[in-house]
């Protein structure tokens, strides 16, 4: 299978419609316009197995089946998750940045397959140019006549609000995402109700993430099982996999779902900068954790990483040189959660705050032989008892750093002195 996410990713600017049409886009979607129904392109989509690529890896199709079939009560919305503020994470920014249409043209499909009119993309604030990129893109198709009340000149109609986040961690999570789209905090909310039932505005909603929806297109062009032909059984198809760190050449690469780490690292970002040694690599953004080299082998997909007690997350590899002590990269990661947990549920507050400062006492070379018990109690106190998954993101760097590293921290406690504290 050739790449189908990245074609564009070498040039300077945006692709822009006249040469996208050129390329052949949109030719998909106005097909699904005209000949398809919404729940063929479900099946479709279905019968594919992509699973959404925002991090909790949840089937798209099947995500999209919850949604209302008519008779319609009312609106329902299709969000587009671009708010990327998964530290290691940088693929959606080169789709919205270089490819713009390969986005838009996934948009047009997955609102024709919901029955949404409206869909809210919702851009992290700081993405600049991937916002005028988007926004270029949005005002090339409203006047060729791709959106508006007659998309491809059929009955459906489509518009698409371009809206930009102020840059928080959590408004990444959909439900935050959605409160902020609406003007409110940028709090999770409980769940259930889950955003097919009460979305965006109280309406059925579906929240997808930008390199899911720009799988689409190919997917409903080339059939389900030519997309199950690469990948794993289970999470078939490419992924971006954005390699960055101390590696010789960091990137977007698109590559085959359970593709090795240590292809990924060694063969296309040419290994350890500089020839130096590899301390630790984090597979898949910051919030999964660290893994020490001699797990290199493990193939980059959710069942394989799973199995290595991780996630795949975004598929964001960190690597970290020799050079740089997993103590001071976990400071880097507690201080991060610290900064941008939401603070609604106390065990998520408290904990983030309280490990921290643990990890700084590590760093400061002030750690006691009771503090791993601590670390473990902050971690088992705020997991599941919180209204979103937060905890467990602040607990993938810190209880993966105690695991394989934990001889760096007992000599932490009477060895290292305070350059950061
Ligand atoms: C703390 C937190 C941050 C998140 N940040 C993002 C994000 O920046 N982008 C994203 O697409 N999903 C993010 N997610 C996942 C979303 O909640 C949601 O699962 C995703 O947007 C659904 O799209 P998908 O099914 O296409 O993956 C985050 C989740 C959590 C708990
Ligand atoms: S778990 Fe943390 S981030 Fe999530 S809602 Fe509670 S305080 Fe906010």
Not at 145 to 168: N, P, Q, S, Y
């Amino acid at each position: 299978m050739e790449n189908y996410l990245s074609t564009e990713f070498a040039r300077s600017g945006p692709l822009l419609l006249a040469e996208a049409l050129n390329k052949g886009r949109y030719k998909t979607a106005q097909r699904v316009f005209e000949l398809m129904t919404p729940e063929q392109v479900v099946d479709e989509v279905k019968n594919s197995g992509l699973r959404g690529r925002g991090g909790a890896w949840f089937p798209t199709g099947i995500k999209w089946s919850f949604m209302p079939k008519p008779p319609l009560k009312g609106p329902s919305y299709l969000v587009i998750n671009a708010d990327e503020g998964e530290p290691g994470t940088f693929k959606d920014r080169a789709i919205m940045e270089k490819d713009p249409h390969l986005l838009l043209e996934g948009i047009l499909i997955g609102s024709f397959a919901i029955r949404a009119e409206t869909a809210f993309l919702y851009i992290r604030g700081e993405y600049l140019t991937a916002h005028d990129a988007l926004a270029t893109a949005i005002a090339e198709l409203e006047q060729a006549g791709f959106l508006g009340d007659a998309v491809f000149g059929t009955k459906h109609r489509l518009r698409i609000v371009l809206h930009r986040g102020a840059g928080a961690y959590i408004c990444g999570e959909e439900t935050a995402l959605l409160n902020s789209l609406e003007g409110r905090r940028g709090e999770p909310r409980p769940k259930p109700p889950f955003p097919a039932v009460y979305g965006a505005f109280g309406r059925p909603t579906s929240v997808n993430n930008v390199e899911t929806l720009a799988n689409v297109p190919a997917i409903v062009e080339h059939g389900a099982a030519w997309f199950k032909s690469v990948g794993t059984a289970q999470a078939p198809g490419h992924l971006l996999f954005g390699i960055s760190g101390a590696v010789e050449r960091p990137g977007c690469y698109e590559l085959p779902l359970g593709t090795t780490a240590r292809e990924l690292v060694e063969k296309h970002a040419g290994g350890v900068k500089g020839g130096k040694k590899m301390r630790a690599f984090i597979p898949g953004g910051a919030s999964t954790g660290f893994l020490p080299p001699e797990k290199l082998d493990v193939a980059m997909d959710p069942e394989s990483l799973k199995k290595e007690g991780t996630m795949l997350g975004t598929g964001g590899i960190i690597v970290i040189p020799e050079e740089i002590s997993v103590v001071d990269a976990a400071r880097v990661f507690s201080r991060f959660f610290r900064h941008e947990t939401c603070g609604q549920c106390s065990p998520c507050r408290e904990g983030s705050a309280w490990s921290d400062q643990v990890i700084a006492r590590f760093q400061r070379g002030e750690g006691q032989r009771e503090d791993f018990t601590l670390l473990e109690e902050i971690m088992r106190g705020s997991k599941q008892r919180t209204i979103c998954v937060f905890p467990e993101a602040f607990a993938g760097p810190l209880g993966s750093a105690i695991k394989h590293f934990r001889g760096e921290f007992e000599s932490a406690m009477t060895t290292q002195q305070a350059p950061h504290a």
